[in-house]
């Protein structure tokens, strides 16, 4: 398997507050992405990164900011969460040097925004 | 505009029942297109690419085959532990840093 952990797997905040999720990697790979998932919308990206300080936007990249400051964490962050943003986050990593469609996914983290 | 079309959106079978499911895409120059099982609880996993109509990959009871505008997922005699959702994905145009994903087919296969 790959190593990418996720954290925190669960979380329960109130409207407003501010979160990050965390991703962490060991296996050295270039690119990391954020996916959100929710029913009837399938996998939606979020942001992605293909190097330390270099990321990009996704699909659904309004209220969310991310940061990569070593090549193994890529930090998702929610300046201000909203209930919209209730969802199941999922990292993936690709292809040591490349993204070739190839990803590997973490476990998830649920966020529940009340 | 969706990229990706996945049908059925959930599909019962009973165990050795074969079938297959159906993700037909609408961009041009197709740079791959990808194949991933999920698990309830879980994050996606990688099965198959195919990068060219005709091209077919197989994997224990699975082969996934591609044409011009869509490529199936052939399950061959089914047992209860394919149950899982299958997900397919392409990249658009500007490249597979941003993979679209259909919504995926629940499958569900009863013993």
């Known amino acids: 398997d790959a190593g990418i952990t996720q954290s925190p797997r669960h979380k329960v905040t109130e409207t407003g507050t501010p979160v990050t999720l965390r991703c962490h990697q060991t296996?050295?790979?270039?690119?990391m992405y954020w996916y959100r998932q929710d029913p009837g919308h399938g996998l939606r990206l979020i942001h992605y990164?293909?190097?330390?300080?270099?990321?990009d936007k996704g699909e659904v990249s309004d209220g969310y900011s991310v940061s990569r400051s070593k090549t193994e964490d890529f930090l998702l962050t929610l300046e201000s969460a909203t209930s919209s943003q209730t969802s199941v986050y999922f990292c993936?990593?690709?292809?040591?040097?490349?993204?070739?469609?190839?990803?590997?996914f973490g476990e998830g983290s649920r966020l529940t925004v009340l | 505009e969706d990229q990706v079309t996945q049908s059925p959106e959930a599909l019962r079978l009973q165990e050795g029942e074969s079938s297959s499911l159906n993700c037909s895409y609408t961009?041009?120059?197709?740079?791959?297109l990808f194949w991933y099982r999920q698990d309830p609880g879980k994050g996606p996993e990688f099965l198959f690419t195919?990068?060219?109509a005709g091209e077919e990959k197989e994997k224990e009871r699975l082969k996934a085959t591609l044409t011009k505008k869509e490529s199936f997922l052939h399950i061959t005699a089914p047992k209860p532990e394919d149950s899982a959702t299958y997900l397919c994905?392409?990249?658009?145009?500007?490249?597979?840093?941003?993979?679209?994903f259909g919504k995926g087919t629940k499958l569900t296969v009863n013993p």
């Open positions: 993936a990593i690709s292809g040591a040097g490349q993204s070739d469609g190839e990803l590997f």
């Open positions: 961009v041009s120059g197709l740079r791959g």
């Open positions: 994905a392409v990249p658009p145009q500007g490249g597979s840093e941003k993979l679209v």
């Open positions: 296996e050295n790979h270039r690119y």
């Open positions: 195919l990068y060219s």
């Open positions: 990164s293909y190097g330390v300080k270099d990321t």
